[in-house]
């Protein structure tokens, strides 16, 4: 069995009280049907049923109704661990196991997640042999308690889907490539593979078409795609109003929402010369979005249920759609400022938990917000 896990995977520890942006605050805290079983009555409270399950009512400041002055959980003080529901013991990690092998991840909606991420030069993969998966300590809520992995499904796919996100990662990490471009690239492999998949024979050419495949000549074909146009601004614009809509109206992070969707809607999108003024501005995180963006390759393109390459378009083109959205946003805070590290780092985790959505909601929203599942060439050019 093989373990593939980020280098600072071991290296996370919750922050507790000291984090900027705590995991318990205004956002749904699920909380799954056995512990829910198990809860006291005057716990079970503070819980509310949705379409999805059951998630924790948070207080009207947005903060999980169970954190103490400190920060630190009640129940987990009061009961252990093990009283607390799986997302809570086990965020931001996430595994997904499959036949051959697991492989884990930190969510970059974390602040300490991202911190750690941006300290390393690179980002990089480690394959670890394992005979069984050892129980792990990690701290929630600043309280030590044990991993627990519940009864989930291990997924058998198709190997060579693997190999293309193994491929796309190692182009996002290229860092003779503009970020952009590389998403480009990998967009356009994903068109040639989808349709040597529906020939059926992506297996038997896959090889073949990578070995022959030039992404100098590519680069040079897509040029560089990197001036702003009024069409480009207009459609960032209208896509972080889209995508934040629902957690202004339920007052989900509207600290941070809600002023920059003023100023989204008080921009004049004819005006791109104020993209070209807020560019130098944001070079010098240039490689602190590809590191993020190369973990969004490595955890997001594969997950539990792809089944195709088609799920592999579908997750590039929802990635090019975090990219666009988190770019507006740092142009909203950083066309009349200045871009700090804390800034982005807040706007990366309010954008990456706003748009973390489980696969099954990403494909209903791409079916129910384009006219085609699979995007044409242009749009994903124009977001990215």
Known sequence: MKLYQPDYYDKFQCTASACPMTCCMQWRIAVDDETLFHWQEDWKKHVKEVEEGHIIRLNKDGMCP???????????????????????????REEHRYNDRIEQCLTPGCPAVLDLMWEQDDFHILEKEIKEKKTQTQKICGQKVKETSQNEEICELNPVLFEIRNWFLKIVNDKQLPL????????????????????????????????????????????????????????????????????????IYADFLVPLAKEAEDL??????????????????????????????????????????????????????????LLQVLFLHGYKGEITYEKLRESVCVIFRMMGYADDDVWEYME????????????YALLV
């Not at 009640?74 to 799986?86: F, P, R, T």
């Not at 992506?202 to 702003?228: C, P, S, V, W």
């Not at 490595?298 to 390459?309: L, M, W």
């Open 66 to 92: 169970f954190l103490n002055e400190e920060k630190l959980c009640k129940i987990v003080l009061s009961h252990g661990e093990q009283a607390i529901s799986h997302t809570c013991q086990t965020f931001p």
């Open 180 to 251: 952009n471009t590389a998403l480009e690239i990998c967009f356009l492999i994903a068109l040639d593979l989808y349709e040597l998949e529906q020939k059926g024979v992506l297996e038997k050419e896959f090889l073949h078409y990578k070995n022959i495949t030039d992404l100098q000549k590519i680069r040079e074909a897509i040029g560089a795609n990197d001036q702003m146009t009024e069409n480009r601004l207009e459609e960032y614009n209208l896509l972080f109003l889209d995508i934040s809509e629902i957690y202004r109206e339920q007052n």
């Open 268 to 325: 004049d999108c004819q005006k791109t010369e104020c993209w070209n003024k807020f560019l130098p501005k944001l070079a010098q995180w240039k490689q602190h979005l590809r590191k993020l963006f190369a973990e969004e390759m490595s955890s997001a393109v594969i997950t539990p249920g792809t089944e195709q390459v088609q799920d592999i378009l579908v997750k590039l083109e929802w990635m090019a759609m975090e990219y666009a959205v």
């Open 368 to 379: 129910n917000c384009f006219d085609q599942l699979i995007w044409p060439w242009e749009y």
